[in-house]
């Protein structure tokens, strides 16, 4: 934190006193700290402009079959998962990018401004860090400030790195640069939301909570609006992801309805200004369940831990269950597209008989990796940020801390896949008129729960060496080999070496790998806790 109390240069302009004092120095701060971090981000998406296309050309090389996944994605699945439909020529490249690239580039833009505007405000109240910055002459809204220009900032530049990137591969600059800017000021959106989150509430994680259900709620009501008109109805309307995918790029141009959503954004920013100024220092708007009198006393480092992802276990196990509603809905469809695609007739097939409920199967439990992690990872942050001392300060010792954490992570991943089984198997009966499918794709989502134990257990080992890196690489490893790994033709050694490629129910069911996987993440574990409990604290 040297750099916070360094004095003040000439160019500062607000006076003291000024409720923007110390805007610039805490943003240089915030720079120099997430310098890796966003370039990192900028450049994995800016990366995605590039693949998206060559993938969906090597995948969709003929016109009929562009017209085959267009037909898929006017399903009701595919609506909710994709963008709306404006007609004209479906198949160009250009319309298919926009039609299913956005939604996925807006949620990833999203939840970068989300963790960046709460790690940089109410994080830092929740640590205490911001009580040293404000030991110096630093004004209200200057930390806030300080964090949207620090979002506003890196989404300009991807707003740059995107746009050229993909009007390098041919794309026409001004329709790129609109659909570019349309998912970029969305973030920006959403990035005004989490600074309203971290004024209402006291903790870091309902904040960030809050402003990511936000995010699923305008997708939820952007999908359904666009369920009922493949162009947008009246309910699209509603979310502010619909504004950007209605500029229409690569169909019918249109600007304004990005002014909805500077408008909207310059509102939140106003809403904060407002709630920051009424609210005191380490305080929320909003009381939290903590504070209430009638508050209970949790026993025990399980509950605890339980208790303390019990948020984000209800957020994850509701967008589940409605993916896999979704996933479900889309069978017979993927069923007759695989008979004129050999990209996805391949893909079903190598899962046995039962391909198509394997293979969304298998998708939903890669997204379950990422809550695994990170709810093991929460482990290293609490220790970073000194909340883990008090419990540790008690009667709890290491390596049972990280053990309970590990058991929790794995407790709540099979609710999330009993929810992503239930809503899969609904899906795929309302389909096929099947009412058994109910039942063998709810066992099927459970049979993933080795699985999840293992990327639990490397996530352990991630927090035992201080490298939470090596988790997040396992849950990228993971989506790779899933989704990729049939398109760029990997070796199947490779691809098995995935945890949830190596379950493939309902299609088969094999006791043999599920009890390598629990000694595999047993295993994991037991190094982790040995070493978490050996080492110094962080």
Sequence with gaps: ?????????????????????????????????????????????????????????????????????????????????????????????????????????????????????????????????????????????????????????????????????????????????????????????????AAVTAQLWRQSRTATGAALGALAAAALVRGAGDVIDHSGSALSWFSPIAWAQQMRAFVDLRWWPLALLVTLTLALIGSTVALEARRQYDAGTLPSSGEHPG???????????????????????????????????????????????????????????????????????????????????????????GLGEAVLAGAVSRWRWLLTAVLAAVMGSAVLLFCAGLGNGLGAAFTTGEPSTVLRLTLAGLAFVPAMAVLAGIAAVAVAVRMPGIGWLAVTFVVAALYLGALLRLPQWLIDLSPVGQTRAPSEVSAGAGVVLVVVALALTAVACVVYRNRDAA
């Design 295 to 385: 508050a209970h006393r949790i026993a025990g480092p399980l509950r605890l831990h339980l208790t303390l992802q019990r948020g984000q276990t209800i957020g994850w196990s509701v967008g589940l269950f409605i993916a896999g509603l979704a996933f479900g809905s889309m069978t017979s469809s993927l069923q007759d597209a695989a008979q004129n695609n050999e990209l996805i007739a391949r893909v079903l097939a190598a899962q046995g008989a039962d391909g198509v409920y394997t293979t969304m199967t298998q998708f939903l439990a890669a997204a379950a990796t990422a809550y695994v992690v990170s709810a093991v990872l929460r482990v290293y942050a609490d220790e970073r940020s």
């Design 1 to 193: 934190m040297s750099a916070v109390a360094v004095a003040p240069g000439r160019h500062e302009a607000p006076p003291a006193g000024s409720p923007l004092s110390g805007t610039g120095r805490l943003l240089r701060l915030a720079l120099r700290r997430d310098r890796v971090r966003l370039s990192v981000w900028v450049g994995t998406l800016t990366l995605m402009m590039v693949y998206a296309p060559n993938a969906i050309e090597l995948a969709y090389p003929s016109a009929e079959e562009r017209m085959t996944r267009v037909n898929l994605l006017k399903t009701p699945a595919g609506m909710m998962l994709g963008g709306p439909m404006f007609g004209g020529d479906e198949t160009d490249l250009g319309t298919m990018m926009a039609n299913e690239l956005m939604l996925t580039m807006i949620v990833a833009t999203s939840i970068l401004a989300v963790l960046s505007v709460i790690r940089h405000t109410r994080a830092e109240e929740e640590s205490g860090s911001a009580e040293l910055v404000l030991a110096s002459v630093v004004g209200r809204h200057a930390r806030t400030a300080a964090a949207l220009l620090l979002v506003g900032g890196a989404l300009l530049v991807l707003t740059v790195t995107m746009t050229v990137a993909m009007a390098a591969t041919g794309f026409s600059v001004v329709e790129t640069a609109a659909m570019c800017l349309g998912i970029t000021t969305v973030a920006m959106v959403f990035g005004a939301t």
